[in-house]
């Protein structure tokens, strides 16, 4: 099911299990890439894995598998409970990542809350890197995504990353997903002649080469700098079909995997946004 270039495939529910209902949703929709939950995106459990799903799916090498972090993470929180619950579950995140054989781990940059800007780096250099320094070496990677802007967001547009990237000292497991509705929302025109290619030049000038490892394509919504994050099916939003193509043509971009989060009842509409990333990329 891989693509010999970017592989492009979607979050998938897992009903039924990670590899039983994952997989079997990917086949429906023609996803040679998936993304998936390994606890509720909205609580703070920690559910143990089940070994013969782990194995089902560590076993498709030719399918990429990432997990993303539940969305109640918060690195920059002021609340001790829930910086500790954030690391915790980031941790839980990352054990169970590697049992499935993940590339990578996704989670949210956060937000400060209600201290300062400086107050919540500090607290990531403190907390998050001695959670780098446990990933083993063949990974998973943990992946910064960078948010749409509201809310006192720690990182929104790609130069954000740049302080991030310095409180972590630039780990060699920190990476980062790129979303395009959060970038759109945050201020990177990306529907602007060349939009796309200015922001990833952009990124990897901030963070470096091969620091960028997954692409999330979404269309937005909302327009540009709106700073909300709400996600539009391929072509259907502000961001518009076009610049989607220029996703596959960056350097930067080479060989990443492309995965949708778009709305719509499956599973339809994403074996339709699947098809037109597709056609996309292959007719370059």
């Known amino acids: 099911m891989t693509s010999p270039h970017n592989p492009v495939g979607a979050h998938v529910p897992v009903a039924g299990g990670l590899a039983s209902g994952g997989l079997k949703y990917a086949a429906e929709i023609g996803a040679e890439a998936i993304q998936v939950f390994v606890a509720n995106p909205r609580g703070w459990a920690l559910p143990e894995g089940r070994p013969a799903e782990d194995e089902k799916l560590r076993a498709r090498t030719d399918v990429p598998v990432y997990v993303h972090a539940p969305y109640l993470v918060?690195?920059?929180?002021?609340?001790?409970?829930?910086?500790?619950?954030?690391?915790?579950?980031?941790?839980?995140?990352?054990?169970?990542?590697?049992?499935?054989?993940a590339r990578g781990v996704v989670v949210h940059t956060g937000s400060s809350v209600t201290q300062t800007y400086d107050e919540a780096m500090a607290q990531i250099h403190e907390h998050v890197l001695p959670l780098l320094e446990e990933i083993p070496e063949d990974g998973p990677d943990l992946l910064l995504e960078?948010?749409?802007?509201?809310?006192?967001m720690l990182c929104t547009k790609v130069q954000d990353l740049g302080p991030y990237f310095d409180r972590l000292e630039h780990h060699p497991k920190l990476g980062v997903c790129f979303d395009t509705c959060h970038a759109f929302a945050a201020g990177h025109d990306l529907a602007a002649p060349g939009g796309v290619k200015d922001t990833l030049d952009a990124l990897v000038a901030t963070v470096g080469e091969g620091r960028l490892k997954l692409i999330h394509a979404n269309d937005s919504k909302d327009p540009c700098g709106s700073g909300r994050d709400r996600?539009?099916?391929?072509?259907?939003?502000?961001?518009?079909?076009?610049?989607?193509?220029?996703?596959?043509?960056?350097?930067?971009?080479?060989?990443?995997?492309?995965?949708?989060?778009?709305?719509?009842?499956?599973?339809?509409?994403?074996?339709?946004?699947i098809k037109t990333l597709k056609t996309l990329r292959d007719t370059l």
């Not at 001790?80 to 690391?87: D, H, M, R």
């Not at 948010?147 to 006192?152: I, V």
Request: charged share 15%.
């Open 146 to 152: 960078p948010m749409a802007g509201q809310n006192n």
């Open 231 to 273: 996600h539009e099916n391929i072509g259907a939003g502000m961001i518009g079909e076009p610049p989607f193509a220029d996703l596959f043509t960056h350097p930067a971009t080479t060989g990443l995997p492309v995965l949708i989060e778009t709305p719509g009842r499956a599973p339809a509409p994403h074996a339709k946004d």
């Open 74 to 101: 918060n690195f920059g929180s002021p609340n001790a409970e829930t910086l500790a619950k954030s690391i915790a579950t980031v941790r839980h995140s990352l054990v169970r990542g590697r049992a499935i054989g």
